[in-house]
Structure formats: structure tokens, C-alpha cells
């Protein structure tokens, strides 16, 4: 995950030079670059699972676009009642 760097009263001027990605790392929103994964079972219950992950990790994304997909959708989705 992205880290900013500021002292309090900079302005914003040091963040935005150590960070040139600010507001587009470590954020899910139109315009960012993501790192996910969306992992068959739960790893805070059993971490290893982690172990194989050509078996349990279902889809990656990195820097916002997808590496792999193993998810079969059952229909396609509907975004009409998204906020």
C-alpha cells in the first residue's frame, strides 16, 4: 500500500514529490491503479491457503488491470442500481 510522506504544514508540496501517483495507489476508483486478488476461502482463517495459488487465487489485478481470471460469471452483471 502507498504511503504519503508530509509534514504538517508543507502544503502538499513534499507529498506530491515523493508520491507522483498520489490519490491513483491504494484506492479502488476510476483512474487508479489497483493491486487485488480475490482468493478462493478465507486467508485470515487458514493463511495457507496462500500457499497454492494456482488453485486458490481466483483473479489478480495489478496496476489495475486483470493478470488472471479463472471466474466464470453465471449471467452478466447488472451495474443499473449501483449508487
Given at each position: 500500500m502507498a504511503r504519503t510522506l508530509s509534514?504538517?504544514?508543507?502544503?502538499?508540496?513534499?507529498?506530491?514529490?515523493?508520491?507522483p501517483y498520489l490519490g491513483k495507489i491504494g484506492v479502488i476508483e476510476e483512474g487508479a491503479y489497483p493491486d487485488l486478488i480475490l482468493?478462493?476461502?478465507?486467508p485470515l482463517e487458514d493463511?495457507?491457503?496462500?500457499r497454492k495459488p494456482e488453485k486458490n487465487l481466483a483473479q489478480?489485478?495489478?496496476?489495475?488491470k486483470i493478470t488472471k481470471n479463472t471466474v466464470k460469471l453465471r449471467r452478466e452483471?447488472?451495474?443499473?442500481?449501483?449508487p
Open positions: 509534514s504538517p504544514g508543507c502544503g502538499g508540496g513534499t507529498r506530491h514529490r515523493l508520491n482468493v478462493n476461502g478465507d493463511i495457507s491457503i496462500l489478480i489485478m495489478q496496476d489495475g452483471p447488472s451495474y443499473e442500481n449501483l
